[in-house]
């Protein structure tokens, strides 16, 4: 059935998550979700880091043909996991303070530090569905959870206008899916022995850590860097409007989910790039449609809701275009998949990351959030110029 199919379920799960952060603002004002988005950006980062790439690992390595070697990889990926994500959240914790933002975090560090390790869990489980087929159990872990998450955070936006009840509801919500999951794959848990399958797993994955830490750079660390250099009513504003411009990566998911595999399928070949050529025209005018529509109805749905101070047109106009360019980049991406020269993504995402923090560092402090704003748009185009050169090079 096609609500049982992977592709769908992930549309599901991306379309409650986006909708849910974009109902918040409805009974939070801007200080109170900026709150909230400081530590949603966080979380989202440090864990993504904390995974060590094993999740990658477990993509790469683990199937169904492989049972003996699936539980000595899947146990090295979890004990790799947890202990990393441990330590970079001590890290993180020492950073806040270093930058004089631990007055910012309004509820204890140990409950987002809960929040983080098991976020870190989760995508480690669904990598494991992914990789041995269990479409059901991907179903509870990712369409399932995602709606029922929706439903509580609005639930409880709505009644309460708490951002220290939204973490703890995140935190439980994510802890009891995470604990299930373990329950149901404890066979495939065993203590790893083999020190030549440990090293290639840490070989593989360690070093796609700093892929790992542009790639949320590019989405997280302007939020936190906002937080550092304003005030967190000004992080509510931005998260709230760069919510509604990226709601075209919903879209860019679908349509990838839909392609991305026929392309592969076909190879290095003429009719492979006809095929991109197509999933990118898609692409591009379905965000361009969305993005107008945003762009125009977003003013009178705030008055609507008497949310206006949500509203701020520079920052909307360049967020849009910023994001309305991002398929050029998918394109490239599935190019070098499809020419295995993965190698060269890093360096191409290192780069925008690099700019964007520094371009922060100036921008933010003398434009606010406009700044902000600027610099993920460059930071995006210095990425697609770099992306389409280096895939038609190689």
């Known amino acids: 059935m096609l609500v049982r199919s992977p592709g769908t379920i992930e549309a599901i799960a991306r379309g409650c998550n986006w909708l849910g952060y974009l ?136 009644t309460t206008q708490s951002v220290e009840y939204l973490v703890i509801a995140e935190a439980i919500l994510l802890l009891c899916v995470v604990c299930y999951s373990l329950i149901r794959f404890r066979c495939f848990f065993i203590w790893p022995a083999a020190s030549a ?18 790639g949320a750079s590019l989405g997280q660390l302007d939020k936190l860097m906002i937080a550092n250099m304003l005030e967190v009513a000004a992080l509510g504003i931005y998260a709230f409007i760069n919510s509604i411009a990226g709601g075209v ?12 595999a026929k392309v592969y399928q076909l190879g290095v070949s003429d009719e492979a790039e006809q095929l991109l050529g197509k999933m990118f025209k898609i692409s591009m005018l379905s965000a361009a449609a969305v993005l107008l529509l945003a762009n125009l109805s977003l003013p009178h749905i705030l008055e609507w809701v008497d949310k206006q101070n949500y509203y701020h047109i520079k920052t909307i106009l360049i967020l849009s275009l910023a994001y309305l360019i991002y398929p050029f980049y998918l394109q490239a991406n599935i190019r070098f998949s499809l020419k295995e020269k993965t190698q060269y993504i ?26 902000a704003a600027v610099s993920t748009l460059i930071a995006y185009v210095i990425l697609v110029l770099l992306a389409q050169w280096t895939s038609r090079k190689v």
């Open 23 to 158: 109902c918040l603002p409805l009974w939070l004002s801007p200080a109170q979700f900026g709150s909230f988005s400081l530590l949603l950006a966080l979380v989202l980062l440090v864990s993504a880091i904390g995974t060590a790439g094993q999740d990658r690992v477990i993509l790469r390595y683990v199937s169904q043909n492989k049972p003996v070697d699936n539980n000595i990889r899947v146990s090295i990926a979890f004990i790799t996991s947890l202990f990393f994500s441990i330590i970079v959240f001590g890290i993180a914790y020492f950073a806040l303070h270093w930058f004089n933002m631990a007055d910012k975090m309004v509820v204890h560090f140990g409950l987002v530090m809960l929040w983080g390790v098991t976020q870190t869990l989760y995508m480690l489980l669904v990598s494991m569905c992914r990789s041995l087929n269990q479409d059901q159990h991907f179903l509870i872990l990712r369409g399932v959870y995602g709606v029922v998450k929706l439903c509580t955070l609005i639930l409880i936006s709505a």
């Open 197 to 214: 399958i440990w090293k290639k797993s840490l070989l593989f994955g360690l070093p796609l850590i700093l892929h790992i830490l542009a």
């Open 346 to 371: 890093p360096m191409m995402t290192g780069a925008a990351a690099a700019a964007n923090v520094a371009l922060n560092l100036v921008l933010i402090p003398a434009y606010g959030i406009t700044g």
């Open 249 to 260: 990566f919903f879209i860019f998911a679908v349509v990838n989910i839909v392609y991305e």
